[in-house]
């Protein structure tokens, strides 16, 4: 990526070394969220939705779900109380047909800390130059100096939630939603709790233990279904939909898109991390990408990365 002739695959394979290069390898683990934990789920349409997409999922009564919370980096054993756990990731697939999905991916910090694949291959390496020994300034914070996207998302608080299912989620690109006739709008996933998000303050955060986050999950669903709620935050036409660190206005209408009702860890868990493979780009009717230049990509990337985790 550090050529727009770069071949696309050796592009791709660069950044993976790169979170390599930050992480240290990982064999059969994700090279950025590692650590995680599949649950089986249902998805609950809104009424509202079907006048946002006729995707096929807003028209059945429910759609069976995987879902993946997350810490961030990649290494599968850090601390859920480590600063650097942050941001939490959520990915969400909705099982259409035998082989059929499709996907949503976000996270908990809501914006992204740079446009275009060849940033995010240019702060890797800055990271990962950046050691305790490297001269001042170092190369992240010459990086950061920079690209202004990039310091705000460092800056952004990020306290430690209660809960995975405490937590509030933000899809990092926008989509194209298409209704069944044919009027499109763009708009962006957000996925919060039912109520408020809870978070711990520093003290408290710093006497958790390293699991409790994922060890909330299985005590909380031993007691019965939890809801989260799925809404899409709807653009103006004047609103950049192509930019993933640009923040729309907060006045921005948001349509109830459904309810996630969370059942179950699902068995095998390890195995199955290892096996599925999210993607950003939704392949489905009534649901397209835009032309925001991360999401292919990002695509590329999940796709190897997976295959890579499966062949360990």
Known sequence: MTSSKTDPNTAIQ?????F?????????????????????????PSPHAASLTRAPHLNQSSTPVTVRFSDATGLPAIADNDPNASPRGLAIRFHLAEHVHTDIIAHSVDGFPVRTAEELLELLRAI???????????????????????????QTPKPLPVSFFKECYYAVNAYRFIDANGVS??????IRPEGAGEYLDAELAAKQTPNFLFDE??????KGPVRMRIAVQVAAKE????????????????????????MSV????????QHIIFDPIPRVDGIEPSDDPLLEPRAEIYLASGRRRRAK
């Open 20 to 44: 390599d290069d930050v992480n240290g390898p990982q064999p059969g683990f994700r090279p950025a969220h590692a650590k995680g934990v599949l649950l089986a789920a249902k998805f609950i």
């Open 239 to 262: 609103d950049m939909v192509n930019d993933s660190t640009v923040h729309w206005p907060k006045d921005r209408p948001e349509i109830e898109f459904g309810v996630l009702e969370l």
């Open 128 to 154: 990962h130059l950046s050691g305790p020994d490297a001269a001042k300034p170092t190369p992240i914070e010459a990086f950061l100096a920079t690209h202004p996207a990039a310091l705000e998302f460092v």
């Open 266 to 273: 699902l068995p095998n868990n390890d195995a199955e991390q």
């Open 185 to 190: 709008r763009y708009g962006r996933y957000r």
């Open 217 to 222: 999950i299985k005590k909380k669903l031993t």
């Open 14 to 18: 660069e950044v993976l070394q790169a």
